[in-house]
């Protein structure tokens, strides 16, 4: 897959990006949820960096030998029991946008979590995966939701619309999303029911605490 670790036929690098990972991974731990990873294609995903904001957690992240582990050993989707999981989070960075419209286990996870009453959110360039995910009667989970994620506004701010396969704010508004945003890379997000969702990497470390506050004990 191109997305995986490359920005379409750009030759530059992609994957995901890390702060979007170790922040949420700070609150749940903090919490005393247990974290597990998957990666599309199994094993440690490739980086794409954000340096325009401070990432203060990161280096704790990439520290910890736990973490690492998961991440060297992450399981395919294909091998992902979403039975066991009481939230999905899906981390952002270009390379969702070619890789997680394309994935049907991904999709799989995110509708099983959500019908059996967790919690799905997903940051940045995430909600690709919404793309085409359906519940089991059919409709898109996105229809009808308040929600945000990656701006047409940022996407064209960085240069990258006419790279992405897609902008991701048109896309979600067509599958009947209620889109909102705020300003290019400041916080936003959006809770609706169990679907929380940010906008951009600085809105990673709010989406996770308001996922987490949907329970009362950690799960």
């Not at 049907?104 to 085409?132: K, M, Q, S, T, W």
Request: proline share 8%; with cysteine.
């Amino acid at each position: 897959m191109r997305g995986w670790q490359q920005l379409g036929s750009t030759g530059q690098r992609s994957g995901y990006t890390v702060m979007e990972a170790a922040d949420p991974w700070s609150v749940l731990t903090e919490a005393g949820w247990s974290v597990e990873f998957t990666t599309v294609q199994g094993g440690p995903p490739p980086e794409d960096g954000f340096d325009q904001a401070p990432m203060p957690l990161v280096p704790a992240f990439r520290a910890d030998e736990g973490v690492q582990h998961k991440l060297e050993h992450a399981p395919k989707p294909e091998d992902v029991d979403p039975d066991s999981f009481d939230l999905v989070f899906y981390v952002g960075g270009h390379g969702a946008m070619w890789d997680f419209p394309r994935n049907a286990d991904l999709e799989r996870i995110g509708a099983r979590v959500y019908e059996n009453g967790g919690i799905v959110a997903a940051v940045c360039h995430g909600p690709a995966v919404f793309v085409n995910l359906r519940l089991s009667d059919g409709t898109p989970l996105v229809a009808g939701k308040n929600m945000t994620g990656f701006s047409n506004l940022e996407e064209r701010t960085i240069h990258r619309e006419t790279i992405v396969p897609f902008l991701l704010q048109t896309t979600l508004e067509g599958l009947g999303a209620h889109y909102s945003s705020a300003g290019f890379m400041e916080p936003h997000v959006v809770s609706d029911d169990r679907l929380v969702t940010g906008q951009n990497p600085v809105s990673a470390l709010g989406v996770a605490r308001a996922a987490v506050s949907h329970y009362e004990n950690p799960r």
